[in-house]
Nanobody
C-alpha cells in the first residue's frame, strides 16, 4: 500500500520552469515503478514520464522529451518531475502514480496507486 501526495504546481508564464514532487509513504516504496500523468479539463489522462525503482530506467512521452526530467530519491521516498521550457499545452493537473511492478511504462492500467494531483497552468 502506497499513499502519494503531489506538490509544486502553480501558475507560470511560457518558458518558465517548475519542479513537481511526489511524497510517498509505504513500506515497499522502493520496489515500485513510478509515473507521472496529466489531465486537462474535459480531456483524457495522458502519460508524461515513468521511472524504475532504481532510477536506472526512464521513459518519456514524445511531447515532453528533452524538456522534462523524472527522478527519484528512494531514501526520501520522493519522486520528482523537473519541467523546463513550459508551454501552454502543458497546462493540466499532474498526477503521480505507483505500480505494483517495476515497469516504467506509459499505460495507466499498469499503475495502482494515485495521488490527488497538482495543478500546473502555463500562460502565453
Amino acid at each position: 500500500q502506497v499513499q502519494l501526495v503531489e506538490a509544486g504546481g502553480g501558475l507560470v508564464q511560457a518558458g518558465a520552469s517548475l519542479r513537481l514532487s511526489c511524497a510517498a509513504s509505504g513500506r515497499t516504496f522502493s520496489s515500485h515503478a513510478m509515473g507521472w500523468f496529466r489531465q486537462a479539463p474535459g480531456k483524457e489522462r495522458k502519460f508524461v514520464a515513468a521511472i524504475s525503482w532504481s532510477g536506472g530506467s526512464t521513459y518519456y512521452a514524445d511531447s515532453v522529451k528533452g524538456r522534462f526530467t523524472i527522478s527519484r530519491d528512494n531514501a526520501r521516498n520522493t519522486v520528482y518531475l523537473q519541467m523546463n521550457s513550459l508551454k501552454p499545452e502543458d497546462t493540466a493537473v499532474y498526477y503521480c502514480a505507483a505500480s505494483l511492478r517495476n515497469v516504467p511504462g506509459p499505460e495507466a492500467y499498469d499503475y495502482t496507486y494515485w495521488g490527488q494531483g497538482t495543478q500546473v497552468t502555463v500562460s502565453s
